[in-house]
């Protein structure tokens, strides 16, 4: 668990983890800096606790990809539970998670579905994969072993539902130097080496209350439009060539090698993110070469479709 400044939700979670069916055999809380008193709830928790709690507290602010890196190399079980500070898990997380992984070798990490609720958990009427867009496709196409497929599109294993075997973290630390990396880095790397499933059982209350770093939420058609001229103003195409060039380079260096086909789609994600970057400034010029891009299947399979071609057509 990475902590910063959370007292407001940090017992709930804590208490969350008392009442899981199968408790965890350990918890490491990784601090950052907080000014608050999460720490002291933190510390005053891990006394009390009917596991082991080791509490790291930073005295200067790292950020939450370093945090959590931080955390993930002091862990010493088989299984390792991403936890956010603000969220609260049902109780049948640990054992439905660890199940899958405990029952089915070639898994090498499974994520959950959850459910939204905002900051007095009063549920807002719809759920974490409806947020990220992950439909019943995509959801069966992970569970057929071709995560790596949907991954290029988008990675949509929040951490906060992300259940992963130890024995990947040599390979999967250290991070790269991206904002918000930690999860989706895990998730896309680990797809290239072993399966990735998923559980469509909301086992999370994912908490939106206003000052979460990532706030995943559903839009409506206006919100949608706002938020693509704002991907486009922070940088979204550019950070996505610099993930999957780093997650290619990663994937080139395993001793094995990554699972057929993963690389040559993560590649192929990449030459498609390289070339949203180049189009020229002209709508005139950019039309007929989104239109090539949306006729050869560019747009649908490494994008959101129809909604990443306007985006490129539209509001550049």
């Known amino acids: 668990m990475a902590t910063c400044n959370g007292q407001a939700w940090i017992d709930a979670q804590l208490t969350s983890l008392v009442d899981q069916r199968r408790q965890p055999d350990e918890l490491i809380v990784c601090d950052d800096a907080s000014e608050d008193a999460t720490l002291a709830r933190v510390r005053a928790f891990a006394a009390e606790a009917p596991f082991e709690v080791r509490v790291e507290a930073r005295a200067e602010r790292i950020g939450a990809t370093a945090n959590f890196a931080d955390a993930?190399?002091?862990?010493?079980?088989?299984?390792?539970?991403?936890?956010?500070?603000?969220?609260?898990?049902?109780?049948?997380?640990?054992?439905?998670?660890?199940?899958?992984?405990?029952?089915?070798?070639?898994?090498?990490?499974?994520?959950?579905?959850?459910?939204?609720?905002?900051?007095?958990?009063?549920?807002?009427?719809?759920?974490?994969?409806?947020?990220?867009?992950?439909?019943?496709?995509?959801?069966?196409?992970?569970?057929?072993?071709?995560?790596?497929?949907?991954?290029?599109?988008?990675?949509?294993?929040?951490?906060?539902?992300?259940?992963?075997?130890?024995?990947?973290v040599p390979w999967l630390l250290p991070f790269p130097t991206l904002r918000s990396a930690h999860d989706a880095w895990v998730a896309a790397l680990?797809?290239?080496?072993?399966?990735?499933?998923?559980?469509?059982?909301?086992?999370?209350?994912?908490?939106?209350?206003?000052?979460?770093?990532?706030?995943?939420?559903?839009?409506?058609?206006?919100?949608?439009?706002?938020?693509?001229?704002?991907?486009?103003?922070?940088?979204?195409?550019?950070?996505?060539?610099?993930?999957?060039?780093?997650?290619?380079?990663?994937?080139?260096?395993?001793?094995?090698?990554?699972?057929?086909?993963?690389?040559?789609?993560?590649?192929?994600?990449?030459?498609?993110?390289?070339?949203?970057?180049?189009?020229p400034e002209s709508a005139a010029l950019r039309a007929p070469q989104v239109a090539a891009e949306a006729a050869r299947g560019g747009y649908r399979r490494y994008a959101y479709g129809w909604k990443s071609a306007a985006q490129d057509l539209l509001l550049r």
């Open 72 to 168: 993930i190399a002091r862990c010493r079980g088989d299984i390792i539970f991403l936890a956010d500070q603000d969220d609260r898990w049902r109780p049948d997380k640990i054992a439905a998670l660890a199940g899958v992984l405990d029952d089915h070798a070639p898994v090498g990490a499974v994520f959950c579905n959850g459910r939204v609720v905002d900051g007095e958990s009063q549920p807002l009427g719809y759920d974490l994969w409806q947020a990220l867009g992950f439909d019943a496709r995509e959801q069966t196409a992970v569970n057929a072993g071709r995560s790596h497929e949907v991954f290029a599109r988008h990675v949509v294993a929040a951490g906060t539902g992300l259940a992963f075997r130890r024995r990947f």
């Open 190 to 279: 680990i797809a290239g080496v072993a399966r990735v499933d998923c559980v469509a059982e909301p086992l999370i209350d994912y908490r939106l209350h206003g000052a979460n770093q990532i706030g995943l939420q559903r839009f409506d058609l206006r919100e949608q439009y706002e938020q693509a001229k704002q991907q486009l103003e922070n940088g979204a195409l550019e950070y996505a060539v610099s993930f999957f060039e780093a997650a290619c380079d990663r994937l080139r260096a395993v001793p094995d090698g990554p699972q057929p086909g993963v690389l040559e789609t993560y590649e192929a994600k990449l030459a498609h993110a390289r070339w949203r970057c180049a189009l």
